[in-house]
């Protein structure tokens, strides 16, 4: 049905910056809201980032003023630019993107199989 595939993690010192991607396909119909959730070693899965099809954003209180969330509609894709990265934000980063699979059918959420970023000392 529907493909996310997450790109861009990696290991990375504390105070710099990666960039992740998410890449949607399959047979989609129209993708709505597209996001970013992470789970920590032991943690359970916590929301990071979500973006509208028109644009507006929202995150988390954790990763405000650090973490951007942008989408290109055009190629079903989603990126969060990551600067200032602290300990804290290892993990693994799954998108998800809620879409529609075929006219006037209802919205399912799908999601990608995660990217680990792991930030060091």
């Known amino acids: 049905q529907v493909q996310l595939v997450e790109s861009g993690g990696g290991l990375v010192q504390a105070g710099g910056s990666l960039r992740l991607s998410c890449a949607a396909s399959g047979r989609i119909f129209s993708i709505n809201a597209m996001g970013w959730y992470r789970q920590a070693p032991g943690k359970q899965r916590e929301f990071v980032a979500g973006?509208?099809?028109?644009?507006?954003?929202n995150y988390a209180d954790s990763v405000k003023g650090r973490f951007t969330i942008s989408r290109d509609n055009a190629k079903s894709t989603v990126f969060l630019q990551m600067n200032s990265l602290k300990l804290e934000d290892t993990a693994v980063y799954y998108c998800n993107a809620d879409a529609t699979l075929a006219y006037n059918s209802g919205t399912s959420r799908f999601w990608g199989k995660g990217t680990l970023v792991t930030v060091s000392s």
């Open positions: 973006i509208t099809t028109s644009g507006s954003t």
